[in-house]
Each structure stands twice: as C-alpha cells, then as structure tokens.
C-alpha cells in the first residue's frame, strides 16, 4: 500500500490566494522528506529539501517565500504556494526515502491557478 | 536544472517486442536509479545501480550504467501494454542527502 498520502489531490484556486499542500509519511517516521514539481509532459524538478524542525534547504532559483514548507512533525510535511499565480499551476510531488538511497512518492496534487 | 537526457523522448513498440531507452548525465553519482510514471501519478521505484556496478537486472528489467560515458540504459524485455507509462532516471550528483535529479524521460506506449 501506499507509504506517502498527499492532500488534497488536486485544487484550483483564484490567482493571488495561497494554497497549502500536505505530504504525509504513513508508515516510517522522516525527518527530511522531498518537494517536487512536474510541469505537463516534463520532468520532476526538485524544489526543496523539507527538514524536520528546521528551515527548508530550497534549490538554486527556487524562491522560499513564494513556496514555504514547513516540517513540524515526522510524519507531515506541508507547502504552501503563496499569492498564486497561474504560472504556479503545475504538478506537484513530494517523497521520503526508503530501502538505501531509493524515494518512496506521493501520489502528487495538481494546482490549478485561475 | 534537470540531470540529463534521456532517449528516446517517445518510444512506441508493440507487446512483447522489446523496449530500450537510454539516460546521459553530466556529474558524478554514487548511484543511478529508474523510475516509473504513469499518467497524472506520482513516481514508483524501478531499479537503482551503484556506480561501481556495470549491469543490473529485475525480473523484465535490465539496466545498465558506463560511468566513463556518463550514460544508463533501461531495457524491457517482453514489453505488455501494462509498461505503457513514463521512464525517468535520476541521480543523486553525488550527494547522499537524498535529493534526486530527473532526466526529461520517455514515454512509452505498448500497443496490445
């Protein structure tokens, strides 16, 4: 079964409202855990490294205060997209790692910005 | 930025033939790994190799990886319509943080 939840599965939002995403690990506690998106018929383009109980390690041309995460707990990890624009609709994917250096995936959230 | 390339972009093959898709990168890896996706879902896990591994297998699959050449490929052997999905590798560029880096994947389309 599955070992990553995302909520919601998919949401459309008007431009300029901020939308939070949930990534949960089901089964295993994970002090890190992953941020993707996934443009239509793209690749994944990682985001952010999601830290428990600290700051986000964002990647180059990633901007934080337009994608905040945050990791309260060990099983939850959440990213809000803030003042969204239609730009930011996209695909998106968060995961945790599993056996050696493999990623266990959500099943993803499509945003859709109007 | 993304890791690479990979080819072909679109591959489409009937049941049963096989199907190879090819994966170049551009830094140093301990590992290469494989995954799958099918359309609108989140990724699944195929088969990762090791950079001191030169060929893996996994039932249908077999991969393998020329780190001279910065390059991997993902052969399906006896493809099913069930294959039918997008093949993505991805590398770690030599972390072991966890982070992967996706190469654009191929779409693959077995025709019944």
């Known amino acids: 079964g599955a070992v990553v939840s995302q909520h919601p599965s998919w949401v459309i939002c008007k431009s300029g409202t901020s939308v939070k995403i949930e990534c949960r690990s089901l089964d295993f506690q994970a002090t890190t855990m992953f941020w993707y998106r996934q443009f239509p018929k793209q690749s994944l383009m990682l985001m952010a490294t999601s830290n428990e109980g600290s700051k986000a390690t964002y990647e180059q041309g990633v901007e934080k205060d337009k994608f905040l995460i945050n990791h309260a707990s060990l099983t939850l990890s959440t990213l809000t997209v803030t003042s969204a624009h239609p730009e930011d609709s996209s695909f998106y994917i968060c995961?945790?790692?599993?056996?050696?250096?493999?990623?266990?995936f959500g099943p993803g959230t499509r945003l859709l910005v109007l | 930025s993304q890791q690479g390339e990979e080819d072909p972009q679109a591959l489409s093959i009937q049941e049963g033939e096989n199907a190879t898709m090819n994966c170049s990168y551009k830094t140093s890896i301990n590992n290469l790994q494989w995954y799958r996706q099918n359309s609108g879902r989140g990724l699944v896990h195929l088969i990762l190799i090791r950079s001191n591994e030169r060929e893996k297998h996994s039932g249908r699959l077999r991969v393998t990886l020329d780190t001279s050449k910065k390059s991997s490929s993902l052969l399906i052997t006896a493809s099913r319509a069930a294959d039918t999905a997008s093949y993505f590798c991805a590398t770690d560029r030599g972390s072991t943080l966890g982070r992967l880096y996706f190469g654009r994947g191929t779409q693959l389309t077995v025709w019944p």
């Open positions: 995961s945790r790692g599993g056996l050696e250096e493999t990623q266990y």
